[in-house]
């Protein structure tokens, strides 16, 4: 048996003795369903929520019936501006002149109901008009002289499942392949020398660079373990729930086996980057202890690109930056998954600058091995 079997063999029976680590993808692959399971009922709550308008005045004939339609409950109050504030989600006044509406930006429930209630204004308007210029003898189609015909290349209800995957699916790949194997990686590096196990080790026949190749795989098999447990456990979950409001716009998430294949991919290249940068940072440090503080930069690190895809969901960037580790991952993903598509130049940089990323931190973590001046010290 190779030396490099031999320490990978070691190091998956430490790690699997190791409670922390089988905790942590424990917990990532059960708390993922429960996390997606509360979002669904939130986003289900939501969208069938009835929100409250305050009005004074006279209701227009006709128009109360679209407000219970939508989910607007109309509630008569002395000053709407005033009510509006705490006692309902807006306030209306309805006059002669027209109608003026009051509502706090600040709370989320104002802004929703006031999209309900444009649009039942908008949707009242336009038959209004419509009927007047019937009774009067005129096509109503002279106020939409050029039609549009909508055709979607794609589901509504599949764009939005794809745009709700496109973030959270890079955003635990991304997370778990850092942290499924991270106290894997620093008990084997860290834990190790704080044990004074890591300098028997080395004493052994075999090369020093195949001892850490057998690290490496056991800790980037762990993390790709985790990864994958933790998005499988999700696909499931979201093959269970439903988002939406009952009977109105809902919809259901899908991974397309093309999205699926690019996932696994990265996944094995994030496994290994991340491995090999942890074991880096391992062995740099004198305990366990001392490990963690010298990983946990990483864990910023990694949520900002992930997070870009959440704040800048159209960021459309050049092929340069696909050479930036995480974020070009974050950035093929998203397109697999919201296009069902690859640009194979991005993936080829994408992988190639991963790839190098991992050598890199391989060729750091083996310049560490054979410095015995600081594998040795306490």
Not at 6 to 24: G, H, N, Q, S
Not at 85 to 114: C, M
Not at 214 to 231: E, M, P, Q, R
Request: glycine share 6%; hydrophobic share 50%.
């Amino acid at each position: 048996m190779s030396p490099i079997a031999v320490v990978f063999k070691k190091e998956m029976r430490e790690i699997l003795r190791d409670r922390r680590t089988l905790m942590a993808i424990g917990l990532a692959a059960l708390a993922t369903p429960i996390v997606l399971f509360v979002i669904s009922q939130v986003s289900t709550k939501t969208a069938s929520q009835a929100y409250t308008v305050g009005y004074s005045g006279t209701v227009p004939a006709g128009l109360d019936t679209l407000f219970n339609a939508v989910g607007l409950k109309l509630e008569r109050v002395d000053d709407p501006a005033a009510a509006a504030k705490h006692q309902v989600d807006i306030g209306v006044a309805f006059s002669a002149s027209g109608v003026d509406e009051y509502l706090d930006p600040t709370r989320q429930s104002a802004q929703l109901a006031d999209v309900r209630f444009q649009t039942v204004l908008s949707r009242y308007d336009a038959a209004k008009v419509a009927a007047s210029l019937q009774e009067k003898g005129v096509d109503p189609s002279v106020l939409n002289p050029l039609p549009v015909m909508l055709h979607p290349l794609s589901s509504p209800s599949q764009a939005v499942g794809n745009s709700f995957l496109s973030f959270f699916l890079p955003y635990i790949l991304i997370t778990m392949s850092l942290t499924g194997g991270l106290s894997a990686a620093l008990d084997t590096s860290a834990g190790e020398r704080e044990r004074k196990t890591l300098e028997s080790l080395l004493l052994t026949p075999a090369p020093r660079s195949q001892v850490l190749v057998g690290k490496i795989l056991a800790v980037s098999s762990i993390s790709l373990v985790a990864a994958l447990a933790s998005i499988v456990s999700m696909l499931v979950a979201l093959s269970q729930v439903r988002f939406g409001g009952n009977g109105g716009q809902s919809f259901e998430v899908q991974l397309s086996p093309l999205a699926a294949t690019v996932m696994v991919w990265l996944a094995v290249l994030l496994a290994a980057s991340f491995s090999s940068l942890t074991i880096t940072l391992g062995t740099l440090a004198r305990n366990f202890r001392q490990g963690q503080a010298y990983a946990t930069p990483l864990y910023f690190i990694t949520i900002f690109p992930a997070s870009i895809v959440l704040f800048i969901p159209d960021f459309n960037p050049n092929l340069a930056y696909y050479l930036i580790p995480i974020l070009n991952a974050v950035l093929v993903l998203r397109d697999a998954i919201t296009h069902n598509s690859v640009a194979w130049d991005t993936l080829a940089v994408t992988s190639l600058s991963l790839i190098l990323t991992g050598a890199l931190c391989f060729y750091a973590a083996l310049k560490l091995f054979t410095r015995e001046a600081l594998l040795v010290r306490s």
